[in-house]
């Protein structure tokens, strides 16, 4: 018997995505943020950076702005249009008190009741090694959730503290623990991904169309057999 998967919770109003590149949150997550603003939920976007290190063929001074437009291309498809960009650079962005700071910032300044980021352990399902990025906005996305909320953390930033947040949902989790019936979000999922056309024409020889529907309906079928039969995306939830 394969462990059943909980639906992932639905009384809340808005939640804030971070991660730390133009597509992290296409390669699966943007089918369920898809589905979130069908049903009315506002969902705003914050990337740490603009991807410029992501196009080995575009030097990064080109490549930077070709992904913003890519990733809020990407974004309106799954119903969102507050996109933000904190301008770290990519490849190298630190786990610190800086990014801490700013991410607890954003958090006050949306006050979402969930808060969604990407896989930030050392690897992806145990053999793929993880990229720095994700490890060190994973993990301070974590941390910058308990900041927004006290006063006494970072207390110059402009908006007041928010302690409103209720769970933080990790996509890409080797070890998910909630999901969302994407029945009604694949389509956008796959278009969405396939708006980071140069992104995709730089990585693969395959047609970026293939390439986003074979990766995006698969993802969502692997993870059928634990969520009643339906196609999913997953997530690893902590509730506060």
Same mark, same amino acid.
């Given at each position: ?5 909980? @639906?992932?919770?639905?009384?809340? /109003? !808005? %939640?804030? =995505?971070? #991660? *730390?590149?133009?597509? +992290?949150? &296409? ?37 930077? @702005?070709?992904?913003?437009?890519? /990733? !809020? %291309?990407? =974004?309106? #498809? *799954?119903?969102?249009? +507050?996109? &933000? ?50 490890? *060190? ?104």
């Amino acid at each position: 018997m394969t462990d059943q998967l909980e @639906p992932m919770p639905d009384d809340w /109003q !808005r %939640a804030l =995505a971070i #991660v *730390a590149h133009p597509d +992290d949150l &296409e390669y699966g997550c943007a089918s369920a943020v898809a589905v979130w603003t069908d049903a009315g939920r506002h969902v705003s976007y914050l990337l740490v950076t603009r991807g410029e290190a992501g196009i080995d063929t575009l030097e990064p001074a080109k490549a930077g @702005p070709v992904r913003e437009r890519e /990733q !809020r %291309a990407s =974004a309106a #498809v *799954a119903g969102v249009t +507050d996109v &933000e960009f904190l301008d770290h650079t990519d490849g190298v962005i630190e786990y610190g008190l800086r990014l801490r700071e700013e991410l607890a910032a954003a958090i006050r300044r949306h006050r979402p009741e969930l808060v969604i980021t990407l896989n930030y352990e050392d690897t992806w399902g145990g053999s793929y090694w993880n990229t720095p990025d994700h490890r *060190a906005v994973g993990r301070a996305v974590m941390d910058a959730v308990g900041d927004a909320g006290n006063r006494w953390i970072f207390p110059d930033t402009e908006a007041e503290p928010w302690n409103g947040v209720r769970w933080i949902a990790v996509a890409g989790s080797d070890t998910p623990t909630h999901a969302v019936d994407v029945t009604d979000g694949l389509e956008r999922g796959v278009r969405s991904l396939l708006e980071h056309r140069a992104y995709i024409e730089a990585l693969t020889d395959e047609a970026p169309e293939a390439y986003a529907r074979t990766l995006i309906e698969g993802f969502a079928q692997q993870q059928a057999e634990r969520f009643g039969g339906r196609p999913a995306v997953t997530f690893r939830l902590f509730g506060r």
